[in-house]
């Protein structure tokens, strides 16, 4: 493959794999919110349900709550029939024993909440994901830095390989992570390349050095000059 057809690969690469990428965040986002709105409604149902209702006015001399109006001060018995109205609910009386599909509800209210938590979690979860590997991702980097470092030098930039490898060196130098943006970009990514070529020139020559070194050690200890007089 030549040059030219391997860097439009490997940018066709980065950009299929980016608008992939940027697609599940904004799918992952957008359920998260819902599922936020849903875990707010619930959260405020549960506080109404959970509110302590006063206990309805006392209707007779005793102490005993009736059951079936649930007033206190008479009772409701075969010999002593209640003559009001059947309660309506636990947002009349207040007595949630007495209505235990007001338990109930609480506890369904309760479980859907800790389902939608579980849920927002996992989404969560998966942003991070997400994140991390646009953080760590070369095609992810490239896509970003691209235009970002075609704007320090748009002339030398039309060569695509010299592209591809400044590319790869800022990768290096940032541990392929995407740096911010700042209104100093071009100086700081110019002297970040500079920086780190020197660097690896630096290493080169170190290197050649050493090889040089180990050659002539090899050289002295096969070398067929004897040191007898």
Known sequence: MQQSQLNQYLSNTASQQNTFVSAKRTQVSERNKDLQDELASLRK????????????????????????????????????????????????????????????????????????ESEVRKGDETLKTITNFESKSETYF???????????????????????????????????????????????????????????????REYMLDCNDNDLNDVNKISPISTKS
């Open 45 to 116: 149902s549960l506080q109404l349900l959970e509110t302590p209702v006063e206990e309805p006015v006392k209707l007779g001399k005793g102490v005993t709550i009736c059951g079936h109006c649930h007033h206190r001060g008479h009772r409701n018995d075969a010999r002593h029939a209640c003559e009001y109205v059947k309660c309506i609910g636990f947002r009349y009386c207040g007595y949630q024993k007495l209505h235990p599909e007001h338990t109930q509800d609480i506890s369904d209210v309760k479980r859907q909440i800790k389902r939608l």
């Open 142 to 204: 490239f896509s970003e830095m691209l235009p970002r470092l075609k704007a320090v030098d748009t002339l030398r930039y039309q060569n695509k390989a010299l592209l591809f490898k400044d590319l790869r060196i800022l990768k290096s130098a940032f541990n392929s992570k995407v740096p911010e943006a700042n209104p100093n970009d071009k100086t700081f990514l110019k002297s970040t390349l500079e920086f780190e070529k020197t660097k690896i020139a630096q290493t080169s």
